[in-house]
């Protein structure tokens, strides 16, 4: 029997080699359709709809797409495609505030090795495919207006782990610039920095980078927030390509122009 999920995405655990504690998120930001998720950590990446997902041929590619795109100099331009697809009609999406600092050629051609490195099939590892499930009632609890339903989902979770060498460039440009995204607000963190200031992780995420502290030895990861009520559940490794995750999910939204094939 297939699960039923209403998408697929796919994100990065991008964290330091030489300490796992610190990691590269991202902070949902004012204008979210999600309300309760605003302010909350979520892990880089991307979902696999919109018109941009349907050349993706793999979780993987997702991954390496959404790197690409998003991690930018450039001032965030609203695009709400996704936003309409993944919440509906009405959600005309959501960006950082404009930057004023104009980036420099070096930092331009640094931040696009980065993104190479954060992508390449060479430095990305398999961490976990992770059911996740969002009650009515946490969205209800950001949101007294909310009309939408419970969310379920699978997502497809890679670890990079970053050399010093790299790590420090990435710290570099994020103290320079203050944020590398155009669609989400960056910030370096740590284990021990979410547990001291209390700070939340969003759609299940929470659980998924708690595995990840605690795989590498960070037991003070026992101690994370979590958000009440989300669930995210392991059942393997990301799949190798979408045409076997028809196999396993059943698949509300996809990407125009993908063709659901036939399951025996």
Known sequence: MLIPVQNLSSVGIIYRKANPSQVFIETKTPGYPRKVMVGKGLLPGGNWVGKAAASDRSPRHTYE???FEE???DNPVADPEEMIELFGTGNLGHAPEKRDIKASHPDISTLTTLKHNIAALS????FGLFLQHVPKWVFDSGDPENKTGEYFGA???FEIPLPD???NYLEELQLRYGNLSN??????????????????????QDRVLQRHFLRHGMNIATQMPLVAGISSI????PIATYTECFRVFDIEKIPEGIQRPAIA
Do not use: D, K, N
């Open 65 to 67: 797409r959404e790197i």
């Open 71 to 73: 991690f930018s100099f």
């Open 123 to 126: 430095t990305l590892y398999p």
């Open 155 to 157: 997502v497809s979770v």
């Open 165 to 167: 060498e790299l790590w």
């Open 183 to 204: 669609e989400a607000q960056t910030l370096i963190t740590s284990a021990e920095e979410i547990v001291a200031r209390g700070y939340y992780i969003g759609w299940g």
């Open 234 to 237: 392991p059942i393997g490794l």
